[in-house]
């Protein structure tokens, strides 16, 4: 059974920082691609970061590039999102969600196998 478990979510002030991590369990953890999206109350789900099986490739929304930072750690399954800089308009609910064409960037949400039941991030102004 594929499990995906967010944690590191919270309240935090804005302009702080906040890491997000996602330990996978019952995959084969390096033939997955990896992704982080977020979905705001009434709002779709919006793509925030993906990163390849190897870690070589990244890729970030237009909202977060530059302020947030993908990660992954094949030997403790897990991957993380370094988020800096956090504005108000980033609280959401956040998801990792895994991708089984591990060698692609994908950004749609439609695309991934595995999700995890997502980490409530609030940024207060």
């Known amino acids: 059974q594929v499990q995906l478990v967010e944690s590191g979510g919270g309240l935090v002030q804005a302009v702080d920082s906040l890491t997000l991590s996602c330990a996978a369990s019952?995959?084969?953890?390096?033939?997955?691609?990896m992704g982080w999206f977020r979905q705001a109350p009434g709002k779709e789900r919006e793509f925030v970061a993906a990163?390849?099986?190897?870690?070589?490739?990244?890729r970030y929304g237009d909202s977060t590039k530059g302020r947030f930072t993908i990660s992954r750690d094949i030997a403790k399954n897990t991957v993380y999102l370094q988020m800096n800089s956090l504005k108000p308009e980033d609280s959401a609910v956040y998801y990792c969600?895994?991708?089984?064409?591990?060698?692609?960037?994908?950004?749609?949400?439609?695309?991934?196998?595995?999700w995890g039941q997502g980490t409530q991030v609030t940024v207060s102004s």
């Open positions: 969600a895994a991708d089984s064409f591990y060698g692609r960037i994908e950004v749609r949400n439609s695309e991934y196998d595995y």
């Open positions: 019952g995959l084969t953890f390096r033939r997955y691609a």
């Open positions: 990163i390849t099986w190897s870690g070589g490739s990244t």
